[in-house]
Every structure is written in C-alpha cells, then in structure tokens.
C-alpha cells in the first residue's frame, strides 16, 4: 500500500508563491505515476501536473495548460517527496490540492485518474484578489 500526506497549503495575494509538499511511503511499485489534482466546491476534480517515472532518478512530467509555465512538479527520490512549486498565483488557482499516486506502466494508464489508487487527505490554497 501507499501512503501520501500533503502539506504546504496556504493563503497567498495573487501573484505570489507557494511550494507543496507530497510525503510518500509503502510500496514504490505503486509509485511510479504521481501527481498532483485540486478541486474547488462545485467542480470537477483537476488534473494540475503528473509525473511518470522513467529511472531510478529520472521522471517525466505534464502540466496542464492552465498551470503551464507558472508551475513546477519535481520529485526527491532520496526524500521520497514531491514537490509542486507554485509562482504567479491567480485567484482560479484556489482549491484544495490533493496527491496522488498509481503503479502504472506507461504514461496511458498514469494520466487516466481512474487509475490513482492512492490519495492525500489534501492541503487547502487560497488566492485572493
């Protein structure tokens, strides 16, 4: 099993910053695709950034459109840890954001959220106006 506990979460102006941080343990099998989801009340469930383990110490990553360019998903395999850095914060970036993990095989089954069988309990960010 896989454990994932989120943290970082925050109230930030718009513009600023912010770094989540997503703790992993339990079986590194069911690790290899991680990501990074958020939702809003009212909302569908979104896909922010996802990461594909290819080595050891290598992943592959994407972003969605909307977070293209502002963020960042990177991972500590020694810290089990990763990380979304969060910069040019606008107000639609508001939600809480959850970690999640699945053991897929290739990149098709990582990004289908059907397959994430491993969540956080979610950290709340805020971004106002």
């Known amino acids: 099993q896989v454990q994932l506990a989120e943290f970082g979460g925050g109230s930030v102006q718009a513009g600023g910053s912010l770094r989540l941080s997503c703790v992993a343990s339990?079986?590194?099998?069911?690790?290899?695709?991680m990501g990074w989801f958020r939702q809003t009340p009212g909302q569908e469930r979104e896909r922010v950034a996802i990461?594909?383990?290819?080595?050891?110490?290598?992943?592959?990553?994407r972003l969605s459109d909307s977070v293209e360019g502002r963020f960042v998903l990177s991972q500590n395999v020694v810290e089990n840890t990763m990380y979304l850095q969060m910069d040019s914060l606008k107000p639609e970036d508001t939600g809480v954001y959850y970690c999640?993990?699945?053991?897929?095989?290739?990149?098709?089954?990582?990004?289908?959220?059907?397959?994430?069988?491993?969540w956080g309990h979610g950290t709340q960010v805020t971004v106002s106006s």
């Open positions: 339990g079986d590194t099998n069911g690790r290899n695709c």
């Open positions: 999640a993990a699945n053991g897929a095989s290739s990149w098709r089954d990582c990004i289908a959220e059907v397959n994430f069988s491993a």
């Open positions: 990461s594909y383990r290819t080595g050891i110490y290598q992943w592959d990553v």
